[in-house]
């Protein structure tokens, strides 16, 4: 298994733009979480899925994210309009309640810049 | 509230010397406790759980549930071990991980 995959690995837009991040969980794992990371602000949970529904979106930072699943290996992380402090690190992790509990594993991260 | 805090963001040690990553957590209830690393172009990964007990490259974590900390210690501190350290909560009602702001930790030759 190539474990999670994320892609773009890096994205550079301008402000207002709007930008997708996507994730590949592994295989068999049912549960998904989305991460930013800052300088400032560490790793904070943005929003996270079992069985492809969302659980909890509480760290979503404003109306202008949205992440869906639409099935079980495939999820995206939508900011439209984009705004220079949304420049970070994103992660997605996916973890399996039959596996190690809570152990999450981590995709490579996207890089996002925004002018 | 739930959080976890990591006072330093960066800690310098020479190689052998001694480390102690510092975590501190707030939780009414009883957490489960995780230290993750990120090195150097790879990515965040767990380094070792509460409930484990166990040690992993040289490193341990004791609960404290009197001084709610969660530290991470070596005795002795290898170049390998420059990394991003991340403590971490989880509740046991959820499955969500709350983590602290990160350590840097640098080893000197």
């Known amino acids: 298994d190539a474990g999670v995959i994320q892609s773009p690995r890096h994205e550079v837009t301008e402000m207002g733009q709007e930008v997708t991040l996507r994730c590949k969980p592994i295989?068999?794992?049912?549960?998904l979480f989305w991460y930013r990371q800052t300088m400032m602000r560490g790793l904070e949970l943005l929003i996270y899925f079992n069985n492809n529904v969302p659980i909890d979106d509480s760290g979503m930072p404003e109306d202008r994210f949205s992440a869906k699943m639409p099935n079980a290996s495939f999820s995206t992380l939508k900011i439209q309009p984009s705004e220079p402090r949304d420049s970070a690190v994103y992660f997605c992790?996916?973890?399996?309640?039959?596996?190690?509990?809570?152990?999450?594993?981590f995709g490579p991260g996207t890089r996002l810049t925004v002018l | 509230a739930q959080r976890v805090t990591q006072p330093e963001k960066l800690l310098s040690v020479f190689k052998g010397a001694p480390v102690e990553l510092k975590c501190n957590y707030s939780?009414?209830?009883?957490?489960?406790l995780f230290w993750y690393v990120q090195y150097s172009r790879q990515r965040l990964q767990l380094l070792l759980r509460?409930?484990s007990r166990e040690s992993i490259k040289g490193f341990t974590a004791d609960l404290n549930k009197g001084e709610t900390s969660f530290h991470l210690k070596k005795p002795f501190a290898q170049e390998e071990d420059s990394a991003m350290y991340y403590c971490a909560l989880s509740a046991l009602s959820t499955d969500k991980l709350i983590f602290g702001t990160g350590t840097r930790l640098q080893v000197f030759p």
């Open positions: 295989s068999g794992h049912d549960y």
């Open positions: 939780y009414s209830g009883s957490p489960e």
């Open positions: 509460h409930i």
């Open positions: 992790a996916s973890s399996s309640r039959t596996g190690h509990y809570n152990e999450q594993f």
